[in-house]
Each structure stands twice: as C-alpha cells, then as structure tokens.
C-alpha cells in the first residue's frame, strides 16, 4: 500500500514505482537465498549433513549469479528505456538528508517492502517450519514465477510511460498497477501457503 500513497500523496513518477518494483524482486531473492541455506541447513538422521550444507552453499551461490544476472540486465533496461536520471538520486542519497532520502527517493516503500517479506518469511517459512523435508534445490526456481509476471507488468507499464510524457496521464496506469500488484501478491501467497497446508493434511490423512 506504501507505493498507492506514494503516488495519490508524495508525488512519486511513474519511474519511481517501476524500480520500486525491480527492487522488490532483490529483496525477494535475499529471502529466497535465505531459505535455500535454511533448509540446507536442515537434515535427517540418515543424510550427511557435509553434503546437503555444501550442496545448500553452492546452489545458494549458483542462485547468487543468475538471479544477478537476469536482474541487471532488466535494470539496465528499465534505466535506458525510462531515461532515469541517476544523478539525481545519487545527489540526494550525498546530501544526507533523511527526509528526502525517504519519501523522494522510494526507499520508504522499499522498507515497508523488505519488513512485509519479512514478516512473511518469518510466519510462515521459519515457525510453521516450511523447510522441513526440503533442499536448496526446490528453491532455486522459486522466485521466477512472479519475477516473470510482476516483470511482464513493469515493462507493459514503461512503455506506456515512454509514450504518455504528461504526468498526470500516467497517474491512473500507476494506480491500476499497484492495485493489480497487490491482488496478484495476494492470491499467489493465499494459494503458496494454502497448498502447503493441503498437502500436509494429504499426508497426515495417508500415515493414518
């Protein structure tokens, strides 16, 4: 919700918002990373616990260099195609000044982002104990599916940007985005959590 009011009350351009959201899609992958080690770190009595840690570290890393890759490249695009000026934001972030820092440059939206994952990841990956019975490996992959939708969004919504200059124009595009971001993020995490809980049920119901 802290981009919606970004746009209907700060002012944040439609440029803003776009990175906002290629942001996101690191921070997903510093949680992503974090389970992957997680669940590495989780074995059987029967497993060998050198293998799987070592397997965990080097998908961990494996994961480091794609995701890396495939997030510069679009960040590289969405700069050239969006013409951002990043002087402008490395002068603010120089000045120091916490205000602007906060509200102009997203970085507000950015923290409320990264503490919603968070939180996520804590709920329901660390005290419902989701890592159980995983590896790294089921992880590697994980992140792409929403990376590809929220990314097909972004580039829909740039291009219309290069072809709107009037502000106020793109103003009512931002806001069907956001509002399409937040019901896609909300249906994805309902059904995410809802078929782990299904299948835990499946299996309780088969021991039995």
Same mark, same amino acid.
Not at 26 to 47: D, P, S, V
Not at 152 to 165: G, H
């Given at each position: 919700? /802290?981009?919606?009011?970004? /746009?209907?009350?700060?002012?944040?351009?439609?440029?803003?918002?776009?990175?906002?959201?290629?942001?996101?899609?690191?921070?997903?992958?510093?949680?992503?990373?974090?389970?992957?080690?997680?669940?590495?770190?989780?074995?059987?009595?029967? %497993? &060998?616990?050198?293998?799987?840690?070592?397997?965990?570290? +080097?998908?961990?890393?494996?994961?480091?260099?794609?995701?890396?890759?495939?997030?510069?490249?679009?960040?590289?695009?969405?700069?050239?195609?969006?013409?951002?000026?990043?002087?402008? /934001? +490395?002068?603010?972030?120089?000045?120091?000044?916490?205000?602007?820092?906060?509200?102009?440059?997203?970085?507000?939206?950015?923290?409320?982002?990264?503490? &919603?994952?968070?939180?996520?990841?804590?709920?329901? +990956?660390?005290?419902?104990? @989701?890592?159980?019975?995983?590896?790294? %490996?089921?992880?590697?992959?994980?992140?792409?599916?929403?990376?590809?939708?929220?990314?097909?969004?972004? =580039?829909? &919504?740039?291009?219309?940007?290069?072809?709107?200059?009037? @502000? &106020?124009?793109?103003?009512?595009?931002?806001?069907?985005?956001?509002? =399409?971001?937040?019901?896609?993020?909300?249906?994805?995490?309902?059904? %995410?959590? $809802?078929?782990?809980?299904?299948?835990?049920?499946?299996?309780? $119901?088969?021991?039995?």
């Amino acid at each position: 919700m /802290v981009p919606l009011a970004g /746009v209907a009350w700060l002012g944040w351009s439609a440029a803003t918002i776009l990175l906002i959201y290629w942001a996101e899609n690191a921070i997903i992958g510093i949680y992503n990373i974090a389970k992957m080690l997680r669940a590495g770190f989780t074995f059987k009595k029967h %497993e &060998s616990a050198v293998l799987k840690i070592t397997g965990a570290i +080097f998908m961990s890393l494996f994961f480091v260099v794609h995701y890396s890759m495939f997030m510069g490249g679009h960040l590289v695009f969405l700069i050239v195609l969006l013409k951002v000026d990043t002087d402008t /934001v +490395f002068d603010i972030f120089k000045s120091g000044n916490i205000e602007a820092i906060f509200f102009q440059t997203g970085m507000a939206a950015l923290l409320a982002l990264f503490a &919603s994952h968070g939180y996520s990841f804590y709920y329901n +990956f660390l005290k419902k104990k @989701e890592y159980r019975n995983k590896t790294a %490996e089921d992880f590697l992959g994980h992140p792409y599916p929403r990376m590809i939708i929220m990314h097909m969004a972004i =580039l829909a &919504s740039a291009f219309f940007v290069i072809d709107n200059k009037d @502000e &106020s124009a793109q103003i009512p595009m931002l806001l069907i985005l956001i509002i =399409l971001k937040i019901a896609i993020d909300g249906i994805s995490h309902v059904r %995410e959590h $809802k078929n782990k809980k299904n299948r835990k049920k499946q299996k309780k $119901k088969h021991e039995r």
